[in-house]
């Protein structure tokens, strides 16, 4: 059974940071595109970055670029998500889903992912 759990999800403050790891069991991550999307009360679902099967390509939102990185460790089977100068806007609940798809690319649209966790919390504010 595919499996992926969300963690590192906290409480921090404006311009803080934090890291979100997304670990996978029942199958090998590296096999798989991973996207990492948020969704905030109210609001749809946004997919914030993803990154490709290699790790050689990623893509982030315009909204994170330049503040967010994504990276895979696969002797972990663990994806990462480093978020720097967090705010407010950033809180929401944030998973990671693995898609089906082939090739050294990956793209946003969580229409493409087909797997996904329960989440983590990022929550922003002084």
């Known amino acids: 059974q595919l499996q992926l759990v969300e963690s590192g999800g906290d409480l921090v403050q404006p311009g803080g940071s934090l890291r979100l790891s997304c670990a996978a069991s029942?199958?090998?991550?590296?096999?798989?595109?991973i996207l990492w999307f948020r969704q905030a009360p109210g609001k749809e679902r946004e997919g914030v970055s993803c990154?490709?099967?290699?790790?050689?390509?990623?893509n982030y939102a315009p909204s994170v670029e330049g503040r967010f990185t994504i990276s895979r460790d696969n002797a972990k089977n663990t994806v990462y998500l480093q978020m720097n100068s967090l705010k407010p806007e950033d809180t929401a609940v944030y998973y990671c889903a693995a898609g089906q798809y082939s090739g050294n690319y990956c793209t946003l649209p969580l229409t493409f992912y087909d797997y996904w966790g329960q989440g983590t919390q990022v929550t922003v504010s002084s």
């Open positions: 990154i490709s099967l290699s790790g050689g390509n990623t």
């Open positions: 029942g199958f090998t991550l590296d096999d798989y595109p």
